[in-house]
Structure formats: structure tokens, C-alpha cells
């Protein structure tokens, strides 16, 4: 499974000692298991989502894991992407743990990204709407401002499990935007000044991100 390679592949960047930010989705979960199997004891963890969390301390890492508020710096963090371009903008989000993923992302002192090929796209968003955070009071508000700022589809996120909007880790909802063309990377930042908007998923800062990539044939590279 290509999850499972690119998660195999990150695991030999952690070293004995460190602390690693543990990303969220999918790909991030093979990692948290390849950590368990394969990586050192010695590490300190911080989850960035309670899905994140509960996953390491299944695999028997429960006792590693630190809040964010008690770890001093983030050695490395490894997470996953749902597009990713080659210079490095992501867009993340789908999984709902953008926040304190862009928090811990942005935090570590290196920064390891795992995509499957067909992830790797020439602008954001392709393929998928552009997921932000907001304060559910003024969800309604910010989704208008949007929409009259910015153009597209803005939709209230609904939760598959239960009756209503999805609700984050943090209390807050997502509003999933489509805009009618490719963004400009600063818009991760104008998107910040609308009142009511938490965070957003594209993750354009982290242009030093090391992104490593598996083919359809299990080949891996990086850039
Ligand atoms: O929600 C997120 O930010 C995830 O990291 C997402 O971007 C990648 O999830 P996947 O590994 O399940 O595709």
C-alpha cells in the first residue's frame, strides 16, 4: 500500500530523542503505525487531532504523547496532504484537523509531507474545495464575505456520523470553499483578516517541506 511506503520512508528521518508532531488523515496514521514498528522508543509525540491521539496510544505509544503546550520545540513533523504543488503550497483540510496541523506544521523545525503521485497537482485546488475554520456563531457571515470577496461555493461542512455541521477538534466548524479558479498562495493569509475565520488549508509557508512522493509503481521520490 503507498501509504505504507511513504510512511516507512518518513519513519527514517526520526531519530532516537526527538520530538515529532504527529499529522492527521490517512497517510499520517500508516505513519503513526510505522513509527510504532520500526521507529525509536525515545521520542516524544504531539497529536494534531484526537484521531491522531487515540491512534498512538492504540499502536503503544500512548505514554510518548505530550500536549503541544508542554513540549519545548516540534524536532520534525509528518503529515499528509490532499495536494501538493511543486513548489511546495498544500492544500490539507479534508481530514478537519487543519488548525492544529498548520499550528504544529508550521512549528517544526523540519517538515515532512507524504502524497500519493496523483496528489501532486500544478495549482491549488484542483480537486478538492478549500476547507477554513471558523467560529460557528459566524459561520453564516463568513461564508457570505467569501463568496462576495472571492466568488465560488462556500458550504457549511456537515458531519457522516451524526445530524448537523461537523465539529473540529477545537469547537469550531469548517466551511468547504470552491473558487471558481485557482487560488494565489497570500490568500492563505487575506482569507485570516475576514472576522470569524479561524484557519484555512492551504499551507503555503513551508516551502522548505520535504515532500515525498510514491508512484503508482511503489517507486518514492522526494523534492
Ligand atoms: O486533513 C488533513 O489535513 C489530512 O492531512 C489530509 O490533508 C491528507 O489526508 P489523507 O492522508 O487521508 O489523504
Redesign the pocket.
Given at each position: 500500500m503507498l501509504?505504507t511506503i511513504l510512511a516507512r520512508e518518513a519513519v527514517k528521518y526520526i531519530e532516537s530523542g526527538m520530538t515529532v508532531g504527529l499529522?492527521?488523515?490517512?497517510?499520517?496514521r500508516e505513519f503513526v503505525k510505522a513509527l510504532a514498528e520500526f521507529g525509536p522508543r525515545d521520542v516524544v509525540l504531539v497529536a494534531t487531532s484526537i484521531d491522531s491521539e487515540l491512534l498512538a496510544i492504540e499502536v503503544g505509544l500512548g505514554d510518548r504523547l505530550r500536549p503541544l503546550w508542554a513540549v519545548e520545540t516540534i524536532d520534525i513533523a509528518v503529515?499528509?496532504?490532499?495536494e501538493a504543488t511543486r513548489d511546495k503550497v498544500l492544500?490539507?483540510?479534508?481530514?478537519?484537523?487543519?488548525l492544529r496541523?498548520k499550528i504544529v506544521d508550521y512549528l517544526a523545525r523540519r517538515f515532512v509531507v507524504?502524497v500519493e503521485e496523483y496528489?501532486v497537482v500544478q495549482y491549488i485546488p484542483t480537486r478538492n474545495p478549500i476547507p477554513i475554520e471558523v467560529v460557528p456563531w459566524a459561520w453564516r457571515h463568513v461564508a457570505k464575505a467569501i463568496k462576495d470577496r472571492y466568488g465560488g461555493v462556500a458550504k457549511l461542512r456537515q458531519d457522516g456520523g451524526k445530524l448537523g455541521p461537523v465539529v473540529t477538534d477545537n469547537g469550531n466548524y469548517i466551511i468547504d470553499w470552491e473558487p471558481s479558479a485557482p487560488i494565489q498562495p497570500s490568500l492563505e493569509d487575506e482569507l485570516k483578516l475576514i472576522p470569524g475565520v479561524v484557519e484555512t488549508?492551504i499551507f503555503s509557508k513551508r516551502r522548505d517541506a520535504i515532500v515525498i512522493v510514491a508512484r503508482e509503481n511503489s517507486s518514492v521520490y522526494t523534492f
Open positions: 501509504k499529522g492527521s488523515g490517512t497517510t499520517a503529515d499528509g496532504a490532499d492544500l490539507k483540510g479534508r481530514g478537519g484537523a487543519l496541523e507524504l496528489k488549508g
